[in-house]
């Protein structure tokens, strides 16, 4: 998965637990973001990173936090869990923004980490 | 948010048979990118396409940035049964560095 790792690949929890994913890559690239998959929804953004402790909000992020602390993690955690929040989660990660005149924002993808709430 | 229609949400193919699936926008997109999962693991990337018109090939795979920069479409010749997956469409606005995601086409290929 060209050098991006998520942990853990599954986790069952029960509602009102915390709960934290990882993200870590090898890539040293800047941009990275969180992605939940649910049937019928395709992809949606939870929160991205364009850097070292510069966070910002996706189209999904209630419920989520994320943390950044260093260039090659990005958390992603649960507060309290939900029976909503059961999903796939992926991580992808990026070298350009790809606004210039060429290029594009092409994302790389992890295996994706399946969490279930009870 | 952004949201791209991406048609059609499933298909049931037979082994040799051709492919087709398109998405469209509301938004002018200045890159399209189409990524394929296969289960239980995360999206890659097949194709990239940048400009108005352009036609990309990747194998077997083919796809076209729409001229209105609204749509583009994905064909894929001669199917076999390891082209079984989603297939996803994504767009970059061009004031806008996150990309919106279809919510993907279904392929099943039957031997």
């Given at each position: 998965?060209?050098?991006?790792?998520?942990?853990?690949?599954?986790?069952?929890?029960?509602?009102?637990?915390?709960?934290?994913?990882?993200?870590?890559?090898?890539?040293?690239?800047?941009?990275?973001?969180?992605?939940?998959?649910?049937?019928?929804?395709?992809?949606?953004?939870?929160?991205?990173?364009?850097?070292?402790?510069?966070?910002?909000?996706?189209?999904?992020?209630?419920?989520?936090?994320?943390?950044?602390?260093?260039?090659?993690?990005?958390?992603?955690?649960?507060?309290?869990?939900?029976?909503?929040?059961?999903?796939?989660?992926?991580?992808?990660?990026?070298?350009?923004?790809?606004?210039?005149?060429?290029?594009?924002?092409?994302?790389?993808?992890?295996?994706?980490?399946?969490?279930?709430?009870? | 948010?952004?949201?791209?229609?991406?048609?059609?949400?499933?298909?049931?193919?037979?082994?040799?048979?051709?492919?087709?699936?398109?998405?469209?926008?509301?938004?002018?997109?200045?890159?399209?990118?189409?990524?394929?999962?296969?289960?239980?693991?995360?999206?890659?990337?097949?194709?990239?396409?940048?400009?108005?018109?352009?036609?990309?090939?990747?194998?077997r795979l083919t796809a076209?940035?729409?001229?209105?920069?609204?749509?583009?479409?994905?064909?894929?010749?001669?199917?076999?049964?390891?082209?079984?997956?989603?297939?996803?469409?994504?767009?970059?606005?061009?004031s806008n560095y996150k990309?919106?995601?279809?919510?993907?086409?279904?392929?099943?290929?039957?031997?």
């Open positions: 998965d060209a050098g991006i790792t998520q942990s853990p690949r599954h986790k069952v929890t029960e509602t009102g637990t915390p709960v934290t994913l990882r993200c870590h890559q090898t890539e040293n690239h800047r941009y990275m973001y969180w992605y939940r998959q649910d049937p019928g929804h395709g992809l949606r953004l939870i929160h991205y990173s364009y850097g070292v402790k510069d966070t910002d909000k996706g189209e999904v992020s209630d419920g989520y936090s994320v943390s950044r602390s260093k260039t090659e993690d990005f958390l992603l955690t649960l507060e309290s869990a939900t029976s909503s929040q059961t999903s796939v989660y992926f991580c992808a990660i990026s070298d350009s923004t790809g606004t210039g005149v060429s290029g594009a924002n092409v994302l790389t993808f992890g295996a994706g980490s399946r969490l279930t709430v009870l | 948010g952004q949201q791209l229609n991406q048609s059609p949400q499933s298909m049931f193919i037979q082994e040799g048979e051709d492919v087709s699936m398109n998405c469209t926008s509301s938004s002018i997109f200045n890159t399209w990118l189409w990524y394929k999962q296969d289960p239980g693991e995360g999206p890659v990337l097949l194709i990239a396409l940048y400009k108005a018109g352009e036609l990309t090939s990747n194998g076209q940035f729409g001229i209105t920069r609204k749509d583009s479409f994905l064909n894929i010749s001669a199917s076999i049964p390891s082209d079984v997956g989603i297939y996803f469409c994504a767009g970059q606005e061009v990309l919106t995601f279809g919510k993907g086409t279904l392929l099943t290929v039957n031997p």
